[in-house]
């Protein structure tokens, strides 16, 4: 079973540039047909697709926040990460990283069980 682990900041002020890490265990990121997935949960409110990187370093970006969202990988490490520049308190979420044989994106209503293995999460709060 993949394990996920994601690591960040806490606490970051508005317009600075988020860098969340997930490291992965029990599997590598380069298997074949495994998409790495970007979500996170605002308060209140259901997940939303950030983006995901396939096994062979394709990446997706949600639109909406294609432009302020960059998602990068170091196979080297078995790592993935998400950097979201130009934050607002709007961004205050909690932050997953998940892994999935199927392949979602924005267009779908996801929960956490549609993934096949996801991280604990971690808290983003963006305040001056």
């Known amino acids: 079973q993949v394990q996920l682990q994601e690591s960040g900041p806490g606490l970051v002020k508005p317009s600075q540039t988020v860098s969340l890490t997930c490291t992965v265990s029990?599997?590598?990121?380069?298997?074949?047909?495994?998409?790495w997935s970007w979500i996170r949960q605002p308060p209140g409110k259901g997940l939303e697709w950030l983006g995901a990187?396939?096994?062979?370093?394709?990446?997706y970006y949600n639109p909406p926040l294609k432009s302020r969202t960059s998602i990068s990988r170091d196979t080297s490490k078995n790592q993935l990460t998400l950097q979201l520049r130009s934050v607002t308190p709007e961004d205050t979420a909690v932050y997953y990283c998940a892994a999935s044989n199927n392949w979602y994106d924005h267009n779908h209503a996801l929960t956490l069980n549609d993934f096949d293995s996801w991280g604990q999460g971690t808290q983003v709060t963006v305040s001056s």
């Open positions: 990187i396939t096994n062979s370093g394709s990446i």
């Open positions: 029990g599997g590598s990121i380069t298997t074949d047909y495994v998409y």
